[in-house]
């Protein structure tokens, strides 16, 4: 593979269920970072972190945790999902940090019912 | 707070040169990007802005006056292909990206 994966494509939930959302990086890039897409408004940073074994705090980070146990995995986790987090997930990464460039993957959309 | 403003919405013709405006207000500035972003699909990267001026690369080029708060991406030549949704952000003074809603653009034959 080449560049970031998510998995899965597209998911429908029942509200109350547990989600995590796959995110994997070849690239050997230290920043990743998660955003929600709505219509009508911008990417929105949900999490980020910029090197293994570090997190931080987006914009909208309740109702979602993360971790950065290695490099290339990234996952995020919707511990007891709720409709408003109906939305397109998108996984970035960034080689040498928060000035670089972010790499998207293809997204993950996920419903909430 | 934070802002980014771009129009919602342009049209413009096959072979045609079109400039999609973005204005920001944001806590800082650590430079702004532009995306292209076809439906359904992830943003793709199209340019950095750090220092006024213009940048140009192939059919586009970016503008940026920090003094102003104000950038514009400037497509020619437009194919249609170029259909798709361009997005500007700006990174604040926490190194964090700061996402307009985007502007559609559509392309007539």
């Known amino acids: 593979i080449a560049g970031i994966t998510q998995a899965p494509t597209s998911q429908i939930l029942a509200a109350g269920r547990r989600m995590t959302l796959r995110c994997t990086q070849d690239?050997?890039?230290?920043?990743m970072y998660w955003y929600r897409q709505d219509l009508g408004l911008g990417l929105r940073l949900i999490h980020y972190?910029?090197?293994?074994?570090?997190?931080g705090k987006g914009e909208v980070p309740d109702g979602y945790s993360v971790s950065r146990a290695n490099t290339d995995d990234f996952p995020l986790t919707l511990a007891s999902a709720v409709p408003s987090q109906t939305s397109v997930y998108f996984c970035?990464?960034?080689?040498?940090?928060?000035?670089?460039?972010?790499?998207f993957g293809p997204g993950t959309r996920l419903t909430v019912l | 707070g934070q802002n980014i403003d771009q129009p919602t919405e342009m049209t413009a013709t096959e072979g045609a040169i079109v400039q999609i405006n973005c204005t920001y207000q944001t806590s800082g500035f650590n430079g702004l990007f532009w995306y292209q972003q076809h439906a359904g699909e992830a943003p793709t990267f199209l340019s950095y802005n750090v220092l006024d001026g213009l940048e140009e690369k192939g059919r586009f080029s970016s503008f940026l006056s920090r003094s102003k708060g104000y950038s514009y991406l400037l497509l020619k030549e437009l194919q249609m292909k170029d259909s798709a949704s361009y997005l500007c952000?700006?990174?604040?003074?926490?190194?964090?990206?700061?996402w307009g809603a985007g502007t559609k653009l559509i392309i007539k034959p």
């Open positions: 972190s910029n090197t293994a074994g570090t997190t």
């Open positions: 690239m050997r890039h230290n920043a």
């Open positions: 970035a990464s960034s080689d040498k940090g928060a000035t670089d460039t972010q790499y």
């Open positions: 952000a700006v990174m604040d003074s926490n190194y964090q990206l700061i």
